[in-house]
């Protein structure tokens, strides 16, 4: 049987590969949709009337030390988020405009700044390359966990040192929270 084991591996290598191909391919695929998604929200064409709150987060985006962030107000998403790194991009709910007052808004939007400006977009990218590449390892998947819940931590308190008001950003996640799992239509 000792001798058995190097050929049965020999035969089966193929079949690990093709399986390792399959799945590394399909998170790949799953990676690059998702990319082709955000770019089409970018390029969301944009009405006068959000010039108001680009002026908001302008003002917001300067106290990170950053220009030429972009704001988007979409219907497809449930929560604010921010892409790119070359020409950064945040992202907010259409919904969240009318349910949410402007103070806690402007507290997401300094979250999602902290993003841009620790350019965890890119971050983001190459996590989502290794775990494409490591996906059968159990060990890829709790570390990716653990990788972004810090991220969100970090962000949280570079928002809250920006707005000085950290309960304020608290109240505005919790917030977000709990419009996410009551499930409005205009969130989902």
């Known amino acids: 049987t000792a001798r058995a084991w190097p050929a049965d591996f020999d035969r089966a290598l193929p079949w690990i590969v093709a399986a390792w191909a399959a799945g590394a391919g399909s998170l ?3 990676m690059t949709l998702g990319v082709i998604w955000i770019q089409r929200l970018r390029n969301t064409p944009q009405d006068g009337m959000h010039a108001a709150w ?3 987060l302008d ?3 300067s106290r990170f030390g950053l220009d030429g962030v972009a704001l988007r107000v979409v219907d497809v998403l449930d ?3 921010s892409a790119g790194w ?3 991009v945040v992202l907010l709910p259409a919904a969240l405009l009318t349910r949410m007052p402007v103070d806690l808004i402007e507290a997401l939007l300094a979250h999602e700044l902290a993003h841009i400006r620790r350019h965890d977009y890119l971050v983001n990218l190459m996590q989502g390359a290794v775990e494409a590449l490591l996906f059968y390892h159990p060990v890829t998947w709790w570390l990716s966990r653990r990788i972004r819940i810090e ?3 970090i962000a ?3 928002a809250a040192q920006a707005t000085g008001e950290p309960r304020r950003l608290a109240f505005a996640l919790s917030e977000l929270s709990e419009l996410r799992h009551t499930r409005c239509p205009s969130l989902h």
């Open 79 to 81: 929560s604010p988020a």
């Open 59 to 61: 003002a917001l985006a």
């Open 151 to 153: 991220r969100e931590l």
């Open 86 to 88: 070359w020409r950064p």
């Open 28 to 30: 790949s695929l799953r």
């Open 54 to 56: 680009q002026a908001r």
């Open 156 to 158: 949280d308190q570079l």
